[in-house]
Each structure stands twice: as structure tokens, then as C-alpha cells.
């Protein structure tokens, strides 16, 4: 069913790309020009959502894009992600998920308004999310009951093998998260669909653009922008924009709003993914593979230091039937000297051996004897995290030099390891700011200020002292 789902998201992000390439108004229109509300300068995540956001409010949205229509490097590069909404009550990572499960629904239901054969499956496989701590990050739980979610807990080594047929060591406890799109959003799809979308929309969206400069005028912003197939190059004023530039933000905002060099730093990080050798998965019963499958999306944590904490998710199956795994580490970041050619640094044999090891330590749970010599590695590659000094993402208007916010440029960065679940949500504030208005739900209040502009001058004087 999962590798049903999985092969229907990669063929429709495939054809939606192919659509918008050969049938679309990006190709057949030789300039940007046009009375355009907003300009959304990045269609990776962010960007993308902003536009659709934009867009379903009314607005004349012109997405650009550095990358040739096939989106192959940045954050959002990729087919699965871990979406989970398991927090304490007023948490506001829980709220992005859950708005962002409500928007993707609205965004399936005007695709389909529309004659598009889409639903909420191509953006997420609902599955069990696993978080397997150490008995040190037990207090972190305390509010499990608090909340709506439902879950599961086992403490002990009897309870995970009575509940879960887990092996658990004697000094870790596991939560399952069970809801329903708890378990991966495909960023791929997310993409492709809101470009659909904000097309249908009336919006454009231009790839191989890249926004060389970006200045203030009198009454709003000039951009300059070279079409990358041609080299050539135009200027478009606008009144109002959103930078989603990922780690590209602070070069981007070098001259409207130069502090996001700083508030904003690119971190390399790297996935590999192994896949279960087609021998040792056809020998496991139908109740092995399935705990198996089960297992993923786990965040484990077992070993109490930062950097040997992973997350892995089952990326794909092969045509044999056989999972592809994926797994990294948030703390297996490293510095970029280069950001450009970060993207083609292939994996270092440490880094492989990493992955492996702590593969095999997250399936040692299922107590089915996989070892490391069960799992071939397939492929890996570097990619990047836009980072802000306390991991918390920015959506924000921008400031001027004088130091108030500018409420035509707001900027959506710094998004971390955790933006994907979020990433509908992410562009509706951001939608929001642009439009001047704003919601009274608690909880999207919390998010707002969390992500707002007085944190973002708090972060910006702290680097001045
Ligand atoms: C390894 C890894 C694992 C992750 N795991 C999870 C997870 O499990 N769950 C979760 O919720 N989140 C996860 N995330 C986070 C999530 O994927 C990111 O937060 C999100 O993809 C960020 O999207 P973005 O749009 O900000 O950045 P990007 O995807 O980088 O988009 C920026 C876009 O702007 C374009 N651009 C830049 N400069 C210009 C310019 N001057 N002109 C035109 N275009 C420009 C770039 O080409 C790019 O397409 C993970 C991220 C990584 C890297």
C-alpha cells in the first residue's frame, strides 16, 4: 500500500513538473512583467506554500525559482519527511502540523474542485511515529496525558514486548504516536501540488530564475532577475515580497535587511539510505515485516548525547519489495565553507558508518537479528538546514533601517530540521503578515509571536552586544 502510495506521489510530481514545464504559462511568456501583488522569491517548501496561501487570498503571485523546474537541491530536496503532532497542550509544533493537515485538505479540495485526480495520501502515508528516548528524557512525557493524541507508552522492557514486540533496553522507554497523517508528509508533492494550485489560481510560477539583487525603491523593491537558460537578464519593481530563500537568505537580503546574514546560519548535514537486503527481508514472517514497517518514522534517542541521536523513516521500497531506509542526525551537522557545491560532497566513510551503526541500533528493537551486514547502503547525500541560534524559525516582516518592521517584505527562514510538518502553516503566517491581518486562535497567536519580529530584533541586538 505505502510503495502504491509512494510510486503514485513520485509519478504525479514527475507529471506535475512535465505540466507546468510543457503546458504552463512559464514557457510561452518570454518576461516576468505583469501586475504582480507579491513576489515569492524561492519555491522550495516555503515559498511555495506562501504562494499558494497568497494566491487562495486573492492575490497576483509571482513565484520565482533558481532551480530548473525539478527541484534537486535544497532543504525541501526529497520524498518523505516526519510529520507528527504529539505535544503538551498550546504547543505550537502540534499546531503547525494540524494546520498544516487542515490547509493540505483544503488545497486537495480545490485541486480536485478542479479536475485533478489528487488526495491527501500523495502528500502523506499515515503510519505509527515511534520516539525511542532514554529513561533520562522521561520527564519530557509528563504531559502525554494532557493531550488528545492517542498513544501508546511502554517504560519497561515487559511492557515494549507486550505492547509493541519490541526489545527494549532497560534504560529507554518508547512512545508510538497514532493519528491519522502522523507519519510522513512528502515535500516533492507538497511542492508540485501548490505550484498546481497557485497556477490554477491565476498566480505564475517561473523556473530558472534566479534574483541576482534585491533593493529598495521609493514605493517598494526592484529586483534584478537572470533567466539561468538564456543568461539573460531584467529588473521587475514590486510593492510586497516574501523571501524564502532557505540558506540562501542572507545573501538574498545582503541589501534590504543585511542582520539575516546573521540570524541565519547554513548548517551541512547528510542522509544515507540503506536498504534491507532482499535475502534477510523474504526470510522474515509477515509479523516481522510488518513490526518492521512499523518501527518507521522512529526518532531514536536511546544514547544520551546530542550527536548520537537519529531519525529514520522508510523512504521507499524497491521494486522487490524491499524498504529503503533513510536516516541522519540532527546533530551531525557540520559548517559550509561553500554553499553552492555543498549539495554535490558526497558522504565521508565516518559519516556512512554512523548512519549504520545507528540503523542497526533503532532495528536491534525488533530483536529479529539484523545486523550490520543486512543492510547495503544505497545512496546518500549532503544537504542543508538554515539554522537560527535557538533552532526556532522566523516569519516575520523584515526591518527597515530605521528599525521598524517593513510591512512589504516579510521573510520565512531559518526552518531547521522541523519545517516540512509545519510547511502549509508557515506560508499562512507569512500570507498573513503580507496581507496585514491575522487569526485569534491561541495557539496560532503563540506560533506568530514565537516565529515574529520581536524575537528576530531580540536575536539581532544579541549579536550586536
Ligand atoms: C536532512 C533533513 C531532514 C529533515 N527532516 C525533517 C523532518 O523529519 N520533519 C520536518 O518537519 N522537517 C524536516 N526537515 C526540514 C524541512 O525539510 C525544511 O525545514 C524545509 O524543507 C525548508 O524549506 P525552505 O523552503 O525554507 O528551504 P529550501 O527548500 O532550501 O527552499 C529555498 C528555495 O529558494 C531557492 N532560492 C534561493 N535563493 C534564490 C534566489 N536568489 N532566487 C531564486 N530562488 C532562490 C532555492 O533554490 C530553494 O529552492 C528536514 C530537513 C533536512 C535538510
New binding site residues.
Partial sequence: MQKRILANSVSLVVIGFFTLLVGSPVKAQSDLSGDWDVVV???????SSAAWQLARSGQKVLL????VAV?T?????GEA???RSLGPPGDIWSYMHNRTVADARELIDMLQQHGESVDMNDIYSTSPVNYVRHESRLDSIAYLPEQHDRYELATTPEQARERFGLMLPHDAFIVREHKDYSGT?N?SAVISLTHRATTLLGGRVAYG????RLSRTSDGFELSIIDIASGRSEQLKVEKIVS?????TG??LQEVAPEFDRLITPKR?F?AFFEVTPQFWEELSPPEQLGLRNLFPGINSTVPTRGAGS?SMIERFTDHGTPVIKI?GHFQRSDIQELDSIWQQSLSEAEIEWARASLVRHLSLLGIGLTADHLRLDSGYS????LTTSEVPYVTNAPMADGRADPGLVV??G?????????LAYGAIAADLILNRSDTDADYQAARQAFGFERMRRDSLAFQQ
Avoid at 524564502?244 to 540562501?248: D, I, R, T
Avoid at 544537504?383 to 538554515?386: A, G, L, R
Wanted: charged letters at 10%; one cysteine or more.
Fill in positions: 522569491i524561492g519555491g522550495g517548501l516555503m515559498g520565482l525559482e533558481k532551480q527541484y537541491q535544497g532543504s525541501s530536496f519527511r516526519i510529520s508528509i515535500p530564475r534566479h534574483v541576482s524564502a530563500a532557505g540558506p540562501y545573501e538574498l548535514v542522509l531519525f541522519g544537504c542543508v538546514y538554515s520565512i527562514g526552518l531547521s530540521g522541523v519545517g516540512a510538518k509545519g510547511s
